[in-house]
Structure formats: C-alpha cells, structure tokens
C-alpha cells in the first residue's frame, strides 16, 4: 500500500527480493474456472514431517543484509564493501568494514577516464569519505584531494554525505552513509559516480583520524551495476517444536531481508505464535494468528497483544500468506514477513546471535477471538537454528539506565528522560518529563554535542482539554523552531500533566530508515538535546515558542549501557564562579575586619608614588592612576578579581563547546561576570564599606574601570557572535538558542554606551544633570540583558539584590526624611553657609548627599559635613557649599541664600557616607592640607579634635596648611573655629592667599576677639611639611589632603617620599 519509492527508502533491495526457484518448488495444473475445481490434479499428500537442522553456513552480519551487493577489497585486514546502487534514484548507498572496533576508514573516488588504473599509489584528482569510529560516537565526513599529485585529503566545504553513522560491533568496525551519484559540487571535490570507477581504500588499526593511514591503503576498479557476492547467504531450513507433545511446531528460513515460517499445530481450529518482550507472557507481544475456514480459504493476522486479552488487529499489516491448508487433523500455514518490518507495532527478529522469546496457541475452531486451548513458549536463534522449548530467561540485553529505575535528568530537575528497549529491542520508548505543568517538553539526537542544528527531534505536549499531542521534527540548520517531518516515524504512547509535570511517552524505531530526517540509535554515544517551554503549541503544524537558556541542556548517552559520556548542564557553571567570588569577598572583608587597625597599616600603603600634578592634570580620564594611586588592599582586591575573572572564562568555554559561537558565549559570559562586578561598588547602604574599609567615594574608581571592561567584553561579544551568524541577526527580535532576543541585546549595547559617554569626567564635572539622567538608563538595560541572556539574571542577583535594597533605603530617606533649613546664608568668596535642622549621626570627614525640591525634585549633590560632630546633643548639621559657576545646582542654592523665605526650604538629605582610610587620631603628627572648599571635611576634622584635645596624647601637633584666591574664606567661613584653633598650641594654622603674587606676610581680623596670620602666595609644601615634622619618626605621621587634583597629587608625592601615611578626600564620584 506503500507507494514504490517510499519502499525503496525504507527497503533498498525491495525491487531484488525475488529469487529464482528450483526444480522442486515449481508446478503447473489445469484449473476449471466455470467448475471452480482442479482437473487431473493428483490428491496433496499428507504435510510432509519437518526436516532436521542442517548445519548452517556463517551468516552475514546483520548490517550487510541492508545492501544488495558486497566485495571483499582486502581479505587480509578483512575490508569489505557493500553498496547498493540505484541509478534511477542518482543514489548510492555504502557500507565500510574493517577488522578492529578502533581506528578511521576511507574510500576514495576517481575518474577512470583521467587517472592511471594501473598506479595504485596515485592519491590526487579524488573524492573521499573518511570515517573515524573513535570517540563517543564518530563521525562520517567528505574530503577531497584536487592535486594531481599526492597530499592530504582537505575538507570539502559542501558535504554530501547523507545519513552518515559509525558502528563498532562484534571486532568490526562499520561506517554506513549515501550519496548522490552526481552531487552537484565542484568536480573538483566531488567526482561522479558512474557505472565504473576507481575506488581508493585506506584504513589504520587505531587513533583518530590524522590523515596519515601508513601501509592500509590500496586501489581496486568497481563495477557499481554488476552484482557481486562475499559469500553466500544464509537459507538453511530450522525448526522449532513442543518437545513435550508435539503439539505445536514452527520451521523458518531466512533469505535477504525476509524470513520465511511454516507453522503447524495438531489441531483444525487456528494457529498462532509471536515475540514477545516477557519471557512467557502474551502481554507486550506480537501475534500471528492462521486459520483455515469451512471454504478452505487460509486467513492470517497480523496483531499484538498488549493485555491478556484477544489479540489486537495492527494497522499497518506485514504478514504475506503464502499457502495454508488442513490434513491429517493438522492446519498448516506458511508465510514470510521481513526481518525488520519498521511497524512499531511489530517485533524485530533478532539475527547474529539474538535471541528470541516466542509464546504459541492453539484452538479447535476457528474462533479468533477464543481464548487458547493449548500455549506453549520458549526461546530462539532464528540466525543459528535449535530450541528451548521450555521457559527460560532470555539471554539478558545489557541493563539499561533509565529503565524502570532512576532517570537521567539535568542539574536543576527542568528535564528527565528514561528510555527501554521494546519490539525485541528493535525499538526503544523515551518517557519525557519537563518541570512545567504546561506546555512542549522535547527531545532530540544531534550530530554534535550541545549543538541545536542539524538535529532530528521530538516534541510532545498536552493541551487545555487534557488531550496528547506529538510531533516528528528536524532541524537542518540554524537556531529556529524545527520543522514538521514529513515521515513521521515517532509513535504517542500516551502524555499527561500531573503534579506539576508534563510527562510524555512515545516510541520509535532504532532505524527509522527516514534518511535525512531522523537520526539512528547508535550503538555507542547518543548526542541528546531537550528543551522544555511552558508555552503550548497551538496546533500539530504550529511553530514552537523558543525556550530559554535555563530551559535547555545536552546530554551523550549509551541507552544499551546507560552510560553517560558527556553532560552539559542546564545552569552554566560560570554562574558559580560569579557566587564564590562575591563569598570570596565577603570572607576576606570579615578576616580583615576581625585583625584590624594594624592590618590598614599596611593594606592602606602605596606601592608607587602618584603621576606628576602636570601630568596627571592634563588627562581627562582617570586610567593612568590605575598603577600609580592603588593601595596594597586595593592591588590585593584587584587580583582577586582578575583571578574570578579567568576562572569565569575557562569556566564557561567548558560550559558552550563545541558550540559554533563558543568564544562569542565566552565572551558574554565574562561581560555577565564583569556587570556583577561593576554594581558592588555602587551600592551606599551594604557591608562593603565596613568590610573592606574602602568607602563609597574611594570605591566607585573600581566602577568605573570594570564597568569599561564590561562594554570591551560586550563588544568582542557582539563581534564574534555576527561573524557566526550574520550582522542581520543583531537586530533579530525573536528569541533563539543563540541569545534569547539579539535585539534586546543591541538596544542594551547601544544604551550601555550612552551611560559610558554620560559618565566621562568632563560631563560628571561640568554637567553633573547629564550624567545623572544618562545613569537613569541602567534600569532598562539591566532588563533588556536578562531578556537578552537570561542566564546573566543569575550572574548578577547578588548585585541586584544589594542595589535594590540600597536604592529602596535611599529613595525613602530622600523622599520622606525632609529636613528644616535653619540657616542659609552667603559667608562670601561665592560661598554659602547650610544649616539644616537633624539629629543624625556622623563622624568627622564624612559627607551627605542633598536634595532640596525647591531647586529640583531628581537632583541629588554630595557635599562635605563642615561642623563638628560634638556635641552629641547637637541638633543641627552644617554644610560650607561654593558656588560651581551660572545656571549651575550651587549657583541656584546660593540665590536662595538672598531669599526672605529660606526659612521655609526643606532639604531631603541621605547619607552620611564616607570614613577616612587611616585613623587621625592614631598619629601624633598630623599634616591636614586644603585647597579652597576642600577644607571643609578637614575642618569638621579639625573641630572633632578640637573638642577632644584633652583626650589626645601628649605632644599631638596638628597642622593645618590651607590655601584659598579668597580672602573672605580666612574671614568669614570659619571665624568662630579659627579663633578657638588659635588658642591652643597644639595646633599650628599655615593660611596662604594665592590671588596675587606679592609675597608678604599679613595679621587679619577673625571676628571681634583674635587675629590670624596669613601669607600671600603659592604654599611650598614640601618646605612647610617638612619643618612640621622635623624630627618625629615617620610611622607617627599622617597626611589627609583634600582639593585640587595638581595640590593633592603633590603632597602625596611628598608623603610617599618620606614615608608617611597618606589619605585624600577626592570629589569625583
């Protein structure tokens, strides 16, 4: 019922099965059509007793019985050919065999009319085939040597080679593949094919392919259309009988693919035997039911038997009837089948060795559906002959993981698959299992491992009426929805959603024989992809959502063994690395804590001293102080990172290969690494700052630079992955296996460069709006990454986390902690004085930031704390703020200061933040210089000792060396503090004007009470430093700078060079 081509795919020599009969199995008789009765026919004599087994010859293995023709190219490495040729089709079909299950194998095609026939070393003008059976699976490839001379074979870019496996079985080694006879290619790399070629052979007896085959090699002319024989083929007579009774008895022969049966039963009622899967049971079983009626017409069924119930009719019958007759109160029956009918409904006959359980019945009418009144079984070789009558354990096939026992299922438990041989091992059932209570769960078997194309797969669901569905699928090339099989060669046993799952069962045939289409069961490692989607397809012939990352996986497995050669993992082991770093740091940050103060001795020390003030001022970027202005505890952060950071991407080449875009994955998934990295350090309210004694202000530096690391990776990233796929695929919408939404991931891209632009120091100087609103963009591009990779969700959560929880506190301090301005006034030199009303705790040098609607209701500054922390009871915190130049924040606050109704202004602070690296009152020489507005921690510094002088140690000098262009700085902004500072001796005030180059030393009036000297003038700081600590060891003292780039970078210079310690206030956040 099969159309004609259709059997040639699935039967090669359907069109050769007939043989040529002998002498005794030909007749004639003269029929009476009108009498409906044979004339002079003498009567049949009574079935003849069945004959004995005779010794069979050798058959051929199992393999070969697929091919019509076979030569024998070395019989001293035992290399053989089998073909079969069809010229009307432009195919051929090819089996390899070598001795050894190690090693590759090659044949190689020339045109006979351009090589010499006779030369049997002549490599070049040849198209090959090469085979190599080692690994977990092997592989079947094309090459071609185009030289005339000889060289090694190149890859040919267009591969024809269709249906390509490699087996390795019984001390053989088989390679099996199809090609077109004229492939279209290049005559170059492909040859044709014709009625006669040379054919070029080589082979080695182990190790993988490496071009280079020694002595194994030869030539020999092949005749494609002329049959030819290894040996003959196995078509000895068997038998199988009720050694007890005598009741029942079967005799067989097998011929090519078929095989033949004669069974007879002493009785006139129906006969029947079958396989089945359980050794004595009907259940799971085929059946093949004869009877001869009332008419003596002779009836046969094909059936099976899935309960202890009447056999159940197949759909798709295999059985020919050849003759069945009653005599002697015997029925006989004689019909043939082939040995693999591809019917998932039928049993295989085991060949070569296998063997198989039958159960027989009798009855003694006609009845089919009347239970048995005699059943016997037992156990046989169809290939070798002899029985077992009796019920016996069959010979075991190897256990198999999976059957019946725990199944194999990814790390997260998103997929689970168990698998058992059925139909006498000719076919195999997978039960699926996705970790949804909706939607597809599927299952296919690739060519390469972790790799979505070419692929044949299976996909099941069930829908909302609680109805299975399954589909036959492949996939040729690329990364979209696979497409319907025409053939759909895969069977729906039964799918369910409970408990949450979806749970789909279906079967299939070892060898399908869909060439093309389906992937054959190998006999060694199976490349196995899933995928699992909560989505349902909404018809058969729908195209299938696209899953995720996480919902995907591969596995390499033996289903006859149940080994597992190889897995990949449905959650990407790089995510771990990401997890152990941020542990890493956190165990580092609390060993540092628990230790101390004396271990910030040594991990606050510089390494080299700062770039020149020149210099360092005529960068516009801050890279070049990444070697020069690093810490000990910074350098020894920073290794750390770069140690996580290569460990993330070895990690995750293991993760993607041999995935086409490997290097591009890697490189996402160390931009994934280095994103998590870049958002630590933003976070204001988390345990960094205490941990790892590095706060806010000094920590953002490392922002910065990874995040200039995470838009490399992310380009390197972009580039490799469209040198795979095509730059057309970047602007892809719909999610693939790829990268789930490439769109996503270039809007993500392009906006992560607007934020990189917005956060160049000129714009965070001079347009500090720009950069805040540029910055706001990270929130939709966090999301459109996740959408993008959602693997990367898992890679930063911690960060998220702590990001969140630290924006959530901010935004609730700044929204509804409002705080009442006490005073608000200009104290001159384009500066102004801010009190606000608050009982918030702070240390010295710390810094708040502030928002005051008035101004804007999404603008937030830092500013330094100016007064001093004591005393505790104090109800006010004050803020000395410089105007920053026209249409400025600063400059609209300092109008404010003019303003009758300042007293009403609310001001939303959050902080405070901030601590210094090095603790003040550990030296009993302090060194505090300042720049203009820089004197502002310095001075809450200044008052905080101030007011503990008294608990100081003996001999505690503080000197202040201060420089400011305005005169009303001296004057006016501290004039109560300096007068207190004055009249005490331990502390020494070094006050220089810059605003003109007069050098003369001055007394000004600091309010009513007291006066100050000052000089006109640049400082010369290492003349003023280093009187200040003449004498006094350098371990006792401390250095804390805040200003100008040019001034601070000089008297770090200075600290370093004489080995004091040294903090600095900085102002680029």
């Known amino acids: 019922s099969l159309p004609s081509r259709r059997l040639l795919e699935i039967y090669p020599n359907f069109d050769a099965v007939l043989q040529t009969h002998t002498m005794e199995d030909r007749g004639a008789v003269l029929l009476s059509l009108a009498g409906g009765g044979a004339l002079a026919a003498p009567p049949q004599p009574p079935t003849p007793p069945l004959r004995p087994p005779s010794p069979p010859s050798p058959p051929m293995p199992g393999h070969t019985r697929s091919y019509e023709n076979c030569a024998i190219v070395d019989a001293a490495r035992e290399w053989q050919l089998y073909w079969t040729y069809l010229p009307e089709d432009n195919l051929i079909r090819m089996a390899m065999e070598k001795a050894g299950e190690s090693g590759w194998i090659s044949i190689g095609f020339q045109d006979i009319n351009h090589v010499d026939i006779e030369n049997t070393n002549e490599m070049g003008q040849a198209d090959y085939i090469v085979a190599d059976g080692s690994g977990s699976s092997g592989w079947v490839r094309d090459y071609y040597i185009a030289r005339d001379e000889n060289g090694e074979p190149d890859i040919d870019p267009q591969q024809d080679i269709r249906g390509g496996v490699v087996t390795r079985i019984s001390g053989k080694t088989v390679a099996e593949f199809s090609r077109q006879l004229k492939t279209g290619d290049s005559y170059v790399r492909d040859k044709v094919i014709t009625r006669t070629n040379k054919v070029l052979w080589a082979n080695t007896d182990s190790g993988r392919y490496d071009k280079y085959h020694g002595k194994a090699c030869g030539s020999i002319v092949m005749e494609w259309d002329k049959p030819s024989q290894c040996g003959a083929a196995d078509t000895a007579l068997y038998e199988f009988c009720d050694s007890a009774t005598r009741n029942f008895c079967i005799s067989w022969a097998v011929s090519g693919l078929y095989i033949e049966f004669t069974m007879i039963g002493l009785t006139l009622g ?55 007759s009653e005599t002697g109160g015997m029925t006989s029956c004689t019909f043939r089948r082939l040995l693999s009918t591809g019917d998932l409904q039928d049993r295989s006959i085991k060949q070569a060795g296998g063997m198989n359980d039958i159960i027989w019945a009798t009855h003694t009418t006609d009845d089919r559906l009347a239970k048995h009144a005699k059943k016997g079984s037992g156990t046989v070789d169809f290939a070798l002959g002899g029985s077992v009558p009796t019920p016996s354990v069959p010979a075991p096939i190897v256990e198999v993981k999976g059957l019946g026992k725990q199944p194999v299922c990814s790390s997260g438990g998103e997929f689970c698959l168990w698998w058992e041989f059925v139909n006498q091992s000719s076919a195999i059932q997978f039960t699926m299992e996705s970790d949804k209570p909706t939607g597809y769960v599927s299952l296919g078997f690739g060519d390469i491992l972790g790799v979505m194309a070419p692929a044949d797969m299976y996909a099941g669901w069930v829908d909302t009426s609680g109805q299975g569905f399954f589909t036959d699928r492949y996939l040729p090339s690329g990364y979209d929805s696979p497409e319907l099989d025409a053939q759909q060669d895969g069977v729906l046993v039964s799918a369910a959603s409970l408990n949450g799952k979806t749970r789909v069962v279906f079967r299939r045939s070892l060898d399908t024989g869909d060439v093309g289409m389906d992937r054959a069961i190998l006999l060694t490692g199976n490349n196995i992809i899933w995928a699992t989607h909560d989505l349902t397809p909404l018809s058969k012939d729908a195209k299938m959502a696209t899953h995720s990352s996480r919902d995907r996986g591969s596995f ?67 890279f070049a102080t990444v070697t020069v202005d690093l810490t000990i505890g910074e350098w020894l952060c920073i290794g750390l990172y770069f140690v996580f950071l290569i460990a993330s991407a070895l990690v995750a080449q293991q993760d993607f290969t041999p995935v086409p875009q490997e290097d591009g994955e890697v490189f996402g998934a160390v931009a994934g690494f280095n994103l998590m990295v870049s958002l630590l ?60 939404g490439n769109l996503y991931g270039t809007i993500a891209a392009i906006l992560m460069a607007v934020i990189m632009l917005g956060a160049l120091e000129p714009v965070r ?103 001093s922390p004591w005393p505790a009871t104090r109800q006010s915190v004050a803020f000395h703020i410089k105007s920053m130049g026209a249409g400025t924040w600063t400059e609209k606050l300092l109008k404010l200061s003019n303003d009758k109704l300042q007293r009403s202004l609310n001001v939303f602070m959050d902080g405070p933040y901030g601590s210094w690296s090095i603790d003040p009152k550990q030296y009993p020489r302090l060194i505090l210089v300042a720049g203009g507005i820089g004197i502002t921690p310095l001075m809450s510094l200044l008052t905080d000792l101030l007011a503990q002088h008294r608990t100081l140690p003996q001999g505690t000098s503080v000197h202040l060396v201060w420089s400011s262009r305005e005169m009303e700085a001296f004057t006016q902004w501290f004039p109560e503090e300096i007068a207190k500072l004055e009249k005490l001796k331990m502390f020494h005030l070094h006050l220089f004007l810059t605003q003109t180059h007069v ?70 956040l």
């Open 556 to 622: 390499s497995i033996n289903f006859y063994t149940g080994a597992i050669a190889g897995t990949s993992s449905s959650f990407p082991k790089y995510i771990y690395v990401a997890w152990a770093y941020v542990g890493t740091l956190l165990l580092v940050g609390v060993c540092a804590r628990l230790v101390g103060a004396q271990l910030d001795i040594v991990i606050q020390r510089r390494l080299a001293p700062p770039l020149p003030p020149s210099l360092l001022h005529s960068l516009c970027l801050d």
């Open 270 to 324: 129906y006969v029947s035997f079958g396989i089945t899967d359980t050794p004595g049971k009907m259940y799971s079983a085929d059946s093949w039911l004869c009877w001869v009626d009332s008419a003596g017409v002779g009836h046969l069924e094909d059936g099976h038997m899935d309960s202890y119930l009447a056999p159940q009719l197949d759909s798709q019958q295999d059985l020919e009837l050849l003759s069945a």
């Open 999 to 1068: 050098t003369f030393v001055e007394d000004i009036e600091i309010g009513s009470e007291s006066q100050v000297t000052w000089k006109s003038g640049r400082p010369d700081y290492l003349e003023v430093i280093a009187r200040a600590t003449a004498g006094v060891n350098a371990r006792d003292v401390g250095v804390f700078a805040c200003g100008p780039a040019p001034l601070v970078a000089t008297v770090q210079n200075i600290a370093y060079d004489r080995g004091f310690m040294f903090h600095k206030e900085t102002f680029v």
């Open 681 to 740: 350090p933003v976070t204001r309210h988390s345990l960094w700052a205490p941990l790892l004694g590095c706060s806010f202000e000094r920590a953002i530096k490392f922002h910065r630079w990874v995040a200039r690391g995470f838009m490399l990776n992310v380009l390197l990233h972009a580039l490799e992955m469209c040198d795979t796929f095509g730059f057309s695929a970047a602007t892809e919408l719909e999610p693939n296996a790829a990268g789930e």
């Open 765 to 867: 100087r001079h347009a500090w709006e720009v950069f805040l609103v540029s910055h706001m963009a990270y929130l939709p591009t966090l999301v459109l990454i996740c959408l993008h990779a959602t693997d990367l969700l898992y890679v930063v959560l911690v960060s998220v986390t702590l990001y969140a929880a630290d924006l959530t506190i901010r935004t609730f301090t700044q929204t509804f902690r409002g705080c009442k301005v006490l005073k608000l006034e200009s104290v001159g030199g384009g500066a102004l004085r801010l009190e606000v009303s608050t009982r918030t705790v702070f240390s010295a040098g710390q810094y708040m930031f502030l928002r005051i609607p008035t101004i804007s209701h999404h603008e937030t500054h830092p500013f330094s704390i100016s007064s």
